[in-house]
Structures are given as C-alpha cells and as structure tokens.
C-alpha cells in the first residue's frame, strides 16, 4: 500500500508498524521511523512525545487489524455454522495455518512485545493483556453456550494456550516446523472438542 498521501500521524503509525512487527522494537530507532516515512523531527514528535507513546500507538493499531483478521478469517471457514459443534474449536488450526503461511509472518506481536519491552513502556503489557482477552473471547463465541459461562471459558482459554503455543513454534522453525505447529495445535483442539461431549454439562 502508498502511504505516502496519507496524513503524517498514518504514515509514522504504519511505517513503525511493519518496522516493529518484522525488526523488533528495540532494533527499530525511532531515526529510522522518521526518514521511511518522509515526516520532519518536528512532525513526529508532534504525533508522538515519546518512542513509548509511539509503542503504544502500534500496539493498539495491531490489535485492531490482527482481531480484523482473525474474526474475518474465522467467518470465512464457517465459524458461525459451526457454532455449537464439538469440533468447531479444529477452526483455529486452519485459521493459524493461512498466518503462518504468511511470508512477513513474525510471530504474536503482544508476545513479542512484552518479552523486548517487558514493563518497561508503561501500558504496553495492559494492552497486550486485553488483546489476549479478547481473542479469548472470540474462541468462546465458537463453543455451545450450554457448557455455562465457566466450563466455556476454560476451555477458550486452553485453547487461546494452544494457539499461542503454535504461533511461538511456528515463529521458531522453518515452513516444516510451522505445519508441526498446526498438527500440534490441531490434535489439541480435537481433544478439547471431544471433551465437550466426554461429560454432562454443569
């Protein structure tokens, strides 16, 4: 995409964006954010006080187009006919499968976020708690609301454990290890989905 029409604040925000995502925060300078996207000094630190500030931003812009991503990616394999089915959960193998297959594929960048940046940059690991959340919830929405509110979201959660598990395999190995990746994660949701019929209900 040409951001070069864009206003200043959209160009330094995907500018950093893809830099932070594909080379690290710490390795991304904030120089290096101001001449690929064509602003002054001055203008960046208009938009952006701080190279935290300008963190936060990203991770905030992330979690908007990675949920985008994820809740269209799962509509487009059926998810909401499959709502209710024990199996529905095997959804998000080939869901992560499509990411991983992604060429600029660099991992989960919540969790790459807090390993670099830790506590360092003061709300970041807030928002990568709440974009974790709510993908917890997205996985919730896949399962029967008969389970009850707690046995559902143990199981979202174990399953949101699964797919970051894959996503930190994937991110760690070749194309070979990436489609390991998915059979593991796969194997796991079936598990999780057999459970669902193993017991009654609370």
């Given at each position: 995409?040409?951001?070069?029409?864009?206003?200043?604040?959209?160009?330094?925000?995907?500018?950093?964006?893809?830099?932070?995502?594909?080379?690290?925060?710490?390795?991304?300078?904030?120089?290096?954010?101001?001449?690929?996207?064509?602003?002054?000094?001055?203008?960046?630190?208009?938009?952006?006080?701080?190279?935290?500030?300008?963190?936060?931003?990203?991770?905030?812009?992330?979690?908007?187009?990675?949920?985008?991503?994820?809740?269209?990616?799962?509509?487009?394999?059926?998810?909401?006919?499959?709502?209710?089915?024990?199996?529905?959960?095997?959804?998000?193998?080939?869901?992560?499968?499509?990411?991983?297959a992604d060429p600029v594929f660099r991992g989960c960048a919540f969790i790459n976020s807090v390993v670099e940046v830790g506590t360092s940059v003061a709300g970041a690991s807030d928002i990568a708690r709440g974009h974790k959340r709510e993908m917890v919830e997205v996985i919730a929405g896949l399962l029967p609301e008969a389970l009850g509110g707690p046995r559902r979201m143990a199981i979202a959660q174990a399953a949101a454990l699964g797919v970051d598990g894959a996503i930190v395999k994937a991110q760690m190995g070749d194309a070979a290890g990436a489609r390991e990746a998915v059979g593991d994660l796969r194997r796991l949701l079936q598990a999780l989905g057999d459970s669902i019929t193993s017991r009654p209900s609370p």
């Open positions: 995409m040409d951001i070069s029409a864009l206003p200043a604040r959209e160009r330094i925000l995907l500018t950093a964006h893809d830099l932070f995502y594909a080379d690290g925060i710490r390795a991304t300078g904030i120089d290096r954010v101001i001449a690929a996207s064509g602003v002054t000094k001055v203008t960046f630190y208009r938009h952006f006080p701080s190279k935290d500030d300008l963190v936060r931003a990203f991770l905030d812009h992330r979690h908007g187009l990675w949920m985008a991503w994820f809740v269209d990616a799962l509509g487009r394999r059926g998810a909401q006919r499959r709502i209710g089915d024990s199996q529905a959960l095997e959804i998000l193998a080939d869901v992560m499968a499509e990411w991983f």
